[in-house]
């Protein structure tokens, strides 16, 4: 169905999506201030609410610590650049559009922050959920892509990409990065956060060369299942975020 320019500014400047274009910013923002991003690369998206199979993205060519909400870019599931005053990156068409067409994720982050992508180059190929209080929270929500094809340039690698996810929320993307995935802003890039919080303690516990105590399943379980129940901490801490990250 063909949708009028006019339809599409329409939806663009509705509040609702103003609200998640300031949060997605906001997240990008943060990121850079925690020290997530690399240069302009690696993308940040978040499908808009309802049927439309639309999302919002980050532009190309800006440094996540300089964009704000009105620089946010709307796609569609196609990749196809839909309203926003810049211009969008490939890859990043390729890889978000598929993960939220097949993966069914409403907020997308890709990174290629330190630490994580670090433990993507090891034989493991990603982080021990056993390990620290931070890495058991993603206990049962991770998956592995071993397989480097190097960038993601045609749809059936973004395909690809997506498929690996089966299910989990985060995927370690061998020799690359990672995605972070959840149903809302706050709660992915809170994800995101402690995530490579968790990777950066397994690389300087890995790197002491001493032999690593994890806990046994049983209590990882229970504490991934204590943090995903309640996830007020998650909104709390984004909110901080949004007085204090400019």
Not at 71 to 87: Q, S, T
Not at 103 to 119: D, G, I, S
Request: proline share 3%; glycine share 8%; net charge negative.
């Amino acid at each position: 169905m063909h949708v009028s320019t006019s339809s599409i500014e329409e939806v663009f400047h509705a509040p609702v999506v103003a609200k998640l274009r300031e949060d997605l910013a906001l997240a990008l923002r943060a990121a850079a201030h925690h020290g997530l991003g690399e240069g302009v690369c690696n993308h940040f998206s978040v499908a808009l609410p309802g049927d439309q199979p639309h999302f919002l993205l980050n532009p190309r060519g800006l440094l996540w610590s300089e964009v704000q909400a009105d620089d946010i870019v709307m796609i569609d599931e196609a990749g196809n650049k839909l309203a926003g005053r810049h211009e969008v990156e490939p890859t990043a068409m390729i890889i978000h559009a598929a993960i939220h067409r097949i993966a069914r994720k409403a907020c997308v982050l890709h990174t290629h922050m330190p630490y994580a992508t670090a433990l993507t180059l090891t034989e493991d190929r990603g982080l021990d959920p056993m390990l620290s209080q931070n890495a058991m929270r993603y206990y049962g929500r991770v998956a592995i892509d071993g397989r480097y094809n190097g960038l993601a340039l045609d749809v059936s690698e973004g395909e690809r990409i997506a498929n690996a996810m089966n299910g989990a929320d985060v995927l370690f993307l061998g020799n690359h990065g990672v995605v972070v995935c959840g149903d809302r802003v706050d709660y992915a890039y809170d994800d995101l956060y402690y995530l490579e919080r968790a990777c950066a303690v397994q690389v300087i516990a890995q790197s002491t060369g001493r032999k690593l105590i994890p806990i046994d399943d049983a209590v990882a379980r229970r504490v991934a299942e204590q943090m995903q129940g309640e996830r007020l901490q998650s909104e709390l801490f984004f909110e901080a975020l949004r007085r204090s990250v400019r």
